[in-house]
């Protein structure tokens, strides 16, 4: 990837006024900006052309969405410490987990070295703060509520936060255009803390629904910290088609949800329905090279709610995840 881990360099004036942008203005933003999405049809990264013969590698890191041992509920100290041993290579934690081990008088700081000194990255993190919300009183608190947020993630050693349409998962769909100037908004706020919000697929929401929608959004905002956050299982439940990822490029993607699905009607399936990477029908092979080919060499963030591997042992349920990771994407790349 091309060091899509801290914020770019500030955005120009006209760049940074989130709320006096008309459509005309954010496509214009939109179309000279370095968001990191790749031009269509632009040719692969270079590393992605090297010659037939070169010794294959995998691209990918591996981390820990915290929600795959959420059933275990462990602190977040012993949630890192699960990770590591196991041998990931970071974590994506949920910021309920962070504020309470905050509250409880745990240093975060503390745990933020701990990881740097052990190679460890919090590479992002799981949040649910009502940015996109049509009530203009609820959307306000939701952007206070992402500043606290990406405070808890940025003294933790984070650098990127999962931005879901939170509050209007149901209800009415919102035109995209204000989805785009309201991710720009909350942008603009990560980007002065130094922490960037990844605008997320929920394919049962209302809302960004598809991966077209989130990247439209991610677009349309013309902001260079702009980033989706794509997910295995929910491309399947909002009905996107895999072949969507041929047109993301290595800036465009920090982190991809990972795992799998049992052959079942979209309509009936739920999130306890994921299971592990491998033991389902999910296009991994298609999804692996795709982002290979792409030069998207992102954190592959290993996410279930599966209760059965809940009542398991939590080092059983990492090692096995992380295997079945990498045990997948050698199947796809031929490793």
């Known amino acids: 990837m091309s060091n899509p881990d ?14 006096t942008h008309s459509r005309r203005d954010l496509f214009a933003a939109a179309a000279g900006s ?18 037939d013969n070169a010794p294959k590698r995998d691209p990918f890191r591996y981390g820990l969405n915290t929600g795959t041992i959420r059933g275990h509920k462990l602190p977040l100290d012993q949630q890192i410490d699960v990770a590591m041993k196991t041998g990931y290579d970071g974590i994506e934690p949920w910021l309920g ?7 409880s008088g745990g240093s975060l700081k503390d745990l933020a070295k701990k990881c740097a000194d052990g190679g460890f990255e919090v590479y992002s993190a799981i949040g649910f703060a009502q940015w996109i919300v049509d009530d203009d009183a609820k959307r306000a608190a939701g952007l206070e509520s992402a500043k606290r947020d990406m405070d808890l993630v940025k003294q933790l050693g984070g650098t990127h936060l999962a931005a879901p349409p939170a509050g209007a998962n149901k209800g009415p769909k919102i ?21 960037i919000p990844e605008v997320e697929v929920w394919g049962f929401s209302t809302n960004l629904t598809t991966l077209a929608e989130s990247t439209f959004v991610a677009i349309a905002a013309g902001h260079p910290d702009a980033v989706v956050l794509p997910d295995v299982y929910h491309l399947f439940k909002g009905g996107s088609p895999a072949e969507g990822l041929k047109l993301l490029g290595r ?11 049992p052959k079942l009607d979209r309509d009936k399936a739920s999130d306890a329905d994921r299971v592990y990477p491998g033991d389902g029908v999910a296009p991994l092979d298609y999804i692996f090279t795709t982002l290979a080919a792409n030069g998207v060499g992102c954190y592959l963030s290993l996410e279930m709610f599966n209760r059965d591997y809940w009542a398991q042992p939590v080092e059983q349920v990492t090692k ?13 790349l031929g490793l």
């Open 97 to 103: 987990d962070m504020a309470k081990y905050a509250e």
């Open 6 to 19: 801290r914020p770019t360099d500030a955005a120009t004036s006209s760049q940074r006024k989130p709320h």
């Open 251 to 261: 800036n465009a993607v920090r982190a991809m949800h990972v795992n799998d699905y």
């Open 175 to 195: 035109d995209l255009w204000v989805v785009a100037e309201r991710y720009r908004a909350l942008l603009e706020i990560g980007h002065d803390i130094g922490v």
């Open 34 to 51: 370095a968001i990191g999405l790749t031009a269509l049809g632009c040719a692969p990264a270079p590393e992605a052309r090297a010659a």
């Open 320 to 332: 096995t995840g992380l295997a079945k990771s990498k045990a997948a994407v050698a199947k796809a």
